[in-house]
């Protein structure tokens, strides 16, 4: 069975970068045509959709996050990464990986990583 | 706009049926998934492609949408059904979520 993992500092000082990592295990992320994605949750409020990726490493962002958003992915490691530069208090969230439902399609994530709290603060 | 609106609260009685709408510019022309989330815990899809439930999830919820609305509905609802409920519509491979709507069972 398919889990996902997120992994990365806890605490990012204010216009450093974020950078988080996303590991699959019990599968190979190559096995399947899937779209992962990147989700974030700020203390008591709604969900926020980063960006995802498809697994030939094709690109999608948040039109108000694009700038200095990076998803990326490696094959070989069975990862797939986040980074968002210039960071503020403002990108103080939960930070969760998701893999969608439908190979090549993208109609919601069914797996969920179980989140990483990510605090901006100096 | 790229804004999904939700109400804010529901609240249901037990066994009754709980309306979650969705509201969009044109998204009926888009993909709407629906996640169910409790404190503490990651999202649990409950419906996407408007009105297919994944493996595991209840009957009681179902899925429609129609111009510019998306909606979410739970049948008979039960005390575990209470929780955050959060439409997303999906663009090109581009997803915006919504507001989010808490249900409370009364």
């Known amino acids: 069975q398919m889990r996902l993992q997120e992994s990365g500092p806890g605490l990012v000082k204010p216009s450093e970068t974020l950078s988080l990592t996303c590991t699959i295990s019990?599968?190979?992320?190559?096995?399947?045509?899937?779209?992962w994605g990147w989700i974030r949750q700020p203390p008591g409020k709604g969900l926020e959709w980063i960006g995802s990726?498809?697994?030939?490493?094709?690109?999608y962002y948040n039109p108000s996050l694009n700038s200095g958003v990076t998803i990326s992915i490696d094959r070989a490691r069975n990862q797939f990464f986040l980074k968002l530069t210039s960071v503020t208090a403002a990108d103080t969230a939960v930070y969760y990986c998701a893999r969608d439902i439908s190979p090549g399609y993208s109609y919601g994530y069914l797996l969920w990583g179980q989140g990483t709290l990510v605090t901006v603060s100096s | 706009s790229n804004d999904l609106t939700q109400p804010p609260s529901v609240s249901v009685s037990p066994g009754q049926t709980a309306t979650i709408t969705c509201s969009g510019d044109?998204?009926?022309?888009?993909?709407v998934c629906w996640y169910q989330q409790k404190p503490g815990q990651s999202p649990v899809l409950v419906i996407y492609e408007d009105t297919k439930r994944p493996s595991g999830i209840p009957e009681r919820f179902s899925g429609s949408s129609s111009g510019n609305t998306a909606t979410l509905t739970i049948s008979g609802t039960q005390s575990m059904d209470e929780a955050d409920y959060y439409c997303q519509a999906w663009d090109s491979h581009t997803g915006v979520f919504g507001t989010g709507t808490k249900v409370t069972v009364l």
């Open positions: 044109k998204l009926g022309h888009k993909y």
């Open positions: 990726i498809y697994y030939t490493g094709s690109t």
């Open positions: 019990g599968d190979s992320i190559s096995s399947n045509t899937y779209y």
